[in-house]
Nanobody, 117 residues
Framework: QVQLVESGGGLVQPGGSLRLSCAASGRTFSSYAMGWFRQAPGKEREFVAHISWSGSSTSYADSVKGRFTISRDNVKNTMYLQMNSLKPEDTAVYYC??????????WGQGTQVTVSS
């Protein structure tokens, strides 16, 4: 397992941008695929984005495609989620994970993103 800590959440107006970070501990960071899920109040946790261990392959939920960009820096042991053109429906707690989409082996504690005017 790897320890994950998210940061960068906050309150932003519709149409604004935020960048989330997920810092990982451990020397094997570059061997893990990673990604983001989110959970809005009263809703199930949903997949947002995924990135391969090398960063060469990415995938996105249809709801964020074209607005969000996932990336990683294997030297800094950090993964990022750049979120642009934010909408109120993007409001949720965002969780980073390590491993495969269907069965992550590690989770962060979550960071709140609120999109509101």
């Amino acid at each position: 397992q790897v320890q994950l800590v998210e940061s960068g959440g906050g309150l932003v107006q519709p149409g604004g941008s935020l960048r989330l970070s997920c810092a990982a501990s451990g020397r094997t960071f570059s061997s893990y695929a990673m990604g983001w899920f989110r959970q809005a109040p009263g809703k199930e946790r949903e997949f947002v984005a995924h990135i391969s261990w090398s960063g060469s392959s990415t995938s996105y939920a249809d709801s964020v495609k074209g607005r969000f960009t996932i990336s990683r820096d294997n030297v800094k042991n950090t993964m990022y989620l750049q979120m642009n053109s934010l909408k109120p429906e993007d409001t949720a707690v965002y969780y980073c994970y390590a491993g495969i989409i269907t069965m992550p082996h590690s989770w962060g504690q979550g960071t709140q993103v609120t999109v509101s005017s």
